[in-house]
């Protein structure tokens, strides 16, 4: 550490990082003009001192929850915050991917992702087929049914279920929902074709989203006819209601002598927005947000069917996702570059609480990590997934694997980003440590 | 004054003094004095009369030096009669009367004595006093209106100092005129006059501004006050350069220049060349006479005479001020102002594109022979049909219900099923196209049918064959009827078709000149047609013309109308585009010449107050255009945003511009086989 005789700063290194990876906490003078990356071979010489085996890593900086990202110096003038003092600095593993893959080929462009699964990744694609990805490496499953283009898909199980079988939705441009059963055990060379075991018909025009309601028993979709269905998941063979068995029967007339296909109709159906609704999302059991074409965001209680509370943002809207400090922020983008956060819990005001603008294009999906409030991806139409953590208005990182338009992006297994893309790739960015 | 005046009055005086001289009080008091001194004398020796006339003669005031005897002072004597004394001496002691004599005795005593009558009583110092001779000469003297002393001449001898009898001075010596202590007639009348021309403002007691006395002592001539006022417009000479150090004829070593620099001056052009090449000389005498003095002072002869002696006007004028007030565009978003979606995938310029009514659907026709069908929120090609032509024009029919593409391809119109929506809007969008063989039209005229309605086998569509190449297709919105231009189809250049019924007329028989464009009124039974020079506004109901509206242009390219159906703008192939409202006049509200080259198209947000249009210098205009339901209200224009990006291809720009129908987003045609969208 050679001081800088002209400006010196006090600083103490705290962390909530398990021991290997704890600095002494005595308060050392520091250059001040040190950026992160300087602060960072600090703490890891520290660390080597302490431990000679340490392996150098890049570490982040927090200042009174605040991610630096300019010299230190420029940053405590910035914040107004005093030199004098030994200035606590909370480090943590920098969020950035290790790696990225790109891996699984599709037909068509991805235009759906989720990765709610450690062990499978599922897919929609243009082509009309939903794909199984055991592992981020070979396809298990096919499946097929759709005449158009998937575009949106989710697991309704979180893991495998007892009986060693995924359930699966899909919505697609075709107006219909389908939902697909897939054993896991599979053994086999070629993807196993499946069809759907469920058909849901009652949107007029294309379903842009799906999701799954948190006790997995309803579905909710949002469609270009600008309304939002809710579903029931059962209806499986064993209590199937006499309308889908009728049905069933019409239908088998016409699908012939493929495997039976129930049919569902829609439980209700939240009337309210004017134009297409891009996306829905499912956070509590009482509580529906949805994202739309009408620059708006809804929040819709699911017992009364009724609109509680809504913000127009001025654009026109394409993803929604509800989580961060208690599932309650709900961030949203659309047909401008910037990722607003809104917190609906903040009385009186509308305006967006966060708003990361550092993509050039459209913004086509943004997902809350799993389990950190902080972080957030977001893919763009400029062909960029970004990571973004909400205590600084820079990106953590930019994932530019993708040679065109990114359709979706999901967290998978909590460090890894997957993401599709009109060029038909998959791509995966691991390697993410999130703590 | 007048002396005469005061002689007189003195007479007056006298005259009328002259009964009471003897009881007056002033007379008395004379008296007093002469009494008083004689009584002195009288009581006691003459010598003392003698001093007396001795101070008297001295003195100018014997009064003063000699004090009365009482000093009561100047109250009633009458105070006194009953009391022994008569007052009080300076020391304070009463002074006693004298007993009084009787009047027999006075009067014998008066008799007796000679000098009698000159003794006199003084009552206040209670004395007799006896006057002098010479008192009473004066007095006697003075009663007879004379000089008190006897040797004074009161009249004497004048005597003329003044010589003026040589001196040939003016001074007369006559009197005094009276007119010069009379108050002058014309004096007054001068005055009067004067009192006028104040009182009525024509004489002003302002003080004259004080002109400035300093000038410039080394100032220059020409630029005075006094030059400027000259009626005819004076120009300073343009002023020669002044002489620097190097001029001078023993300059400081470093003016001088080299040999190798004044070598090098050859090398420069010769108006680059140094005028003047700095010389050195030990002293004036040897300074030679200046070989270009008589050429220099032609040319600056010459220089001011051929100087053009012309005065600009310059006004002083902001050029901000000039400008209309026009909101800011903040207040007047959204509009589309940046690319974020390129739509690839054509392989010719692209010359039309129609937004399905929901805004889930573009259609865009091309020079390629192909119609593609993209989907907006991501900008893929989701159809391609290839229709083995080129696509002029292509438009959606307005009902969500009907994905019905009708493309004008090579001369003739086609209707296709679009193949987007449910299964059963497809169905009945496809049982809409199916027509079967036409039976054989009335040709009894013998002339071409003007249209034909065929059946399209390879694309399960329509072709309407026209008797001319087609221009023009737009739907009404009512997604039944549509309208076809033919511009050179006489008679027969503005069809309507109903689909449902297959059936086509020609309603407009005569129209003032080459047809360009036509369409429907957004929500009454209205039709325009645009010929080259003039949009013609019909009644469909009526079938007759109701308007006129007169662009002004040489060759209308493109109209379209405002959702609110008064109001109309106007694309030109000069780049101009122009708006009318109908309601105000059948002349242009408003002429924007905004585009250096053609204007392709022309269009307006259905929802949204904007317009836009296209041209072939690459360019895309934004314009606010609000409409105000206020009628006394003239609608508000304001030009938003140029949006470029396109690339020129064989010297065509923008082809076409379509508003997304919901949101405030522009698509924009290419020539460079690039459809591009323009969001907020």
């Not at chain 2, 004048?158 to 010596?173: A, C, I, M, R």
């Not at chain 2, 003239?634 to 140029?642: A, K, Q, R, Y």
Request: proline share 6%.
């Amino acid at each position: 550490m050679d001081a800088d005789p002209s400006r010196q700063v006090r600083v103490r290194f705290v962390t909530k990082l398990p021991p290997p990876l704890r600095a002494p906490p005595v308060a050392i003078a520091v250059p001040a003009d040190l950026s992160r990356m300087g602060l960072s071979e600090i703490v890891n010489s520290l660390l080597a001192a302490a431990e000679p085996d340490h392996k150098a890593q890049p570490f982040d900086f927090l200042v009174d929850g605040e991610l630096v990202r300019l010299p230190l110096q420029q940053f405590l003038l910035a914040k107004g915050i005093s030199a004098e003092r030994v200035l606590e600095l909370e480090y943590v593993k920098a969020v950035a991917p290790k790696k990225q893959d790109e891996h699984c080929p599709h037909d068509d462009w991805v235009s759906a992702v989720d990765g709610s699964n450690p062990s499978f990744i599922l897919t929609g694609c243009y082509d009309g087929l939903a794909r199984l990805w055991k592992d981020a490496a070979e396809c298990t499953h096919i499946l097929e049914g759709h005449s158009d283009a998937i575009t949106s898909t989710r697991f309704i199980s979180k893991g495998v279920e007892t009986d060693g079988s995924l359930h699966i939705v899909t919505g697609s441009k075709d107006r219909s929902l389908r939902l697909y059963k897939c054993d896991t055990p599979v053994s086999m060379d070629y993807p196993k074709r499946i069809g759907a075991y469920k058909i849901l018909r009652g949107h007029t025009s294309s379903v842009q989203s799906v999701t799954v309601d948190p006790s997995r028993d309803m579905l909710c979709s949002g469609s270009w006819d600008s309304t939002i269905k809710l579903w029931a998941v059962e209806g499986s063979e064993e209590d199937g209601d006499a309308v889908s068995l009728k049905k069933r029967r019409m239908n088998s007339d016409s699908s012939g002598p493929e495997e039976s296909q129930l049919e569902g109709s829609a439980t209700s159906t939240l009337l309210g927005h004017t134009q297409c609704v891009t996306a829905v999302t499912w956070p509590e059991q009482q509580t529906i947000y949805s994202a739309s074409w009408d620059h708006s965001i809804r929040q819709w209680d699911v017992q009364s069917v009724k609109e509680t509370w809504n913000v127009f943002c001025g654009k026109a809207l394409n993803c929604l996702d509800c989580g961060g400090e208690g599932s309650s922020l709900i961030a949203a983008g659309g047909s401008d570059p910037v990722l607003r956060v809104w917190d609906p819990r903040k009385p009186g005001t509308l305006a967006p609480v966060f708003q990361f603008s550092s993509h050039s294009s459209w913004i086509t999906a943004c997902k809350w990590h799993p389990s950190s409030w902080f972080h957030l991806v977001s893919s763009s139409f400029d062909g960029k997934v970004m990571l973004w953590d909400l205590r600084t208005a820079w990106p953590l990182a930019s994932v530019d694997s993708h040679k065109d338009k990114v359709l979706c992006a999901d967290w998978w297994k909590g460090d890894s980003v997957i993401s599709g893309g009109a060029d038909s790739k998959l791509c995966i960015a691991s390697g993410i440590e999130i703590v | 004054m007048g002396h005469s005046d005061g002689e007189h009055q003195l007479e007056g005086d006298d005259l009328s003094a002259d009964d009471a001289s003897w009881s007056d009080g002033v007379w008395s008091e004379d008296d007093d004095e002469g009494s008083g001194s004689g009584s002195g004398s009288g009581s006691g020796s003459g010598s003392d009369a003698d001093s007396d006339e001795a101070a008297a003669e001295e003195s100018d005031s014997s009064e003063d030096e000699v004090a009365p005897r009482n000093t009561v002072g100047d109250v009633p004597l009458e105070w006194y009669k009953e009391e022994e004394h008569i007052g009080y001496d300076i020391d304070g002691r009463k002074i006693k009367k004298r007993d009084r004599e009787g009047r027999i005795e006075a009067y014998l005593k008066n008799a007796d004595d000679a000098k009698n009558w000159r003794k006199i009583y003084d009552e206040y110092n209670d004395e007799e006093v006896q006057i002098t001779k010479e008192e009473a000469k004066i007095i006697s003297r003075l009663l007879k209106g004379k000089t008190p002393h006897g040797n004074v001449d009161p009249y004497p001898d004048y005597v003329d100092w003044f010589e003026y009898e040589d001196k040939g001075h003016p001074l007369s010596s006559a009197p005094e005129p009276k007119r010069r202590f009379v108050p002058s007639k014309w004096e007054q009348k001068k005055v009067v006059k004067l009192v006028r021309a104040i009182r009525n403002g024509w004489i002003k007691f302002d003080k004259p501004k004080e002109e400035n006395n300093l000038y410039l002592l080394w100032g220059d001539e020409t630029d005075t006050a006094e030059n400027k006022r000259h009626g005819l417009s004076y120009i300073p000479a343009p002023k020669p350069n002044l002489p620097g150090h190097e001029e001078s004829y023993n300059p400081s070593v470093e003016f001088i220049p080299t040999q190798e620099e004044i070598d090098s001056y050859q090398l420069m052009y010769e108006e680059d060349r140094p005028k003047f090449i700095p010389k050195r000389f030990e002293c004036l005498r040897s300074v030679p006479a200046y070989e270009k003095a008589l050429r220099e002072g032609f040319d600056r002869c010459l220089d001011l005479y051929l100087c053009p002696r012309t005065r600009k006007k310059r006004i002083n004028i902001d050029p901000e001020s000039l400008k209309p007030k026009l909101p800011s565009k903040k207040d007047l978003r959204p509009y589309p102002k940046t690319c974020y979606l390129e739509f690839k995938g054509h392989m010719g310029p692209v010359t039309s594109i129609s937004v399905e009514i929901t805004g889930q659907w573009l259609a865009s026709g091309s020079c390629d022979g192909t119609i593609r069908v993209w989907e907006v929120e991501t900008g893929r090609c989701a159809k391609v049909w290839n229709v083995g032509g080129d696509v002029r024009r292509i438009a959606w029919n307005p009902l969500p219900e009907r994905p019905i593409l009708a493309a004008i391809v090579g001369h003739d119109l086609l209707l296709i099923n679009a193949e987007v929506g449910s299964e059963e809007v497809q169905m009945r969008a496809k049982e809409l196209l199916k027509i079967d063989e036409m039976a054989p039209q009335d040709n009894t005229d013998g002339k071409k049918p003007a249209v034909r309605w065929m059946k399209h086998e390879k694309l399960d569509g329509i072709t309407l064959i026209h008797h001319k190449a087609v221009s023009n297709v737009e739907w009404h919105f009512k997604g039944d009827y549509f309208t076809t231009v033919v511009p050179s189809g006489d008679t027969r250049a503005v069809l309507l078709h109903q689909l449902t019924k297959k059936h086509s007329h020609h309603p407009f028989r005569k129209l003032p000149g080459l047809p360009v464009a036509a369409t429907f009124h957004p929500t009454q039974k209205m039709f325009f047609v645009a010929t080259k020079k003039f949009v013609q506004v019909y009644d469909l109901q009526k079938a007759q013309l109701v308007k006129k509206l007169e662009s002004g242009f040489r060759e209308i390219s493109s109209i379209s109308i405002h959702p609110g159906g008064d109001n109309v703008i106007v694309g030109s192939k000069d780049g101009k585009l122009c708006w009318f409202d109908t309601d105000l006049s059948t002349r242009p509200y408003k002429a924007l010449k905004i585009h250096s080259k053609d204007i392709t198209n022309v269009t307006f947000h259905r929802k949204y107050p904007l317009f836009a249009s296209s041209s072939e210098d690459c360019t895309a205009y934004v314009c606010h255009g609000m409409v105000y339901s206020d009628l006394n209200q003239n609608p508000l224009i304001v030009p938003l945003e140029i949006l470029r990006g396109h690339s020129s291809s064989d010297g065509r720009g923008v082809l076409d511009c379509k508003f997304h129908p919901k949101q405030p987003w522009l698509f924009t045609a290419g020539a460079d086989s690039v459809i591009r969208l323009y969001c907020d």
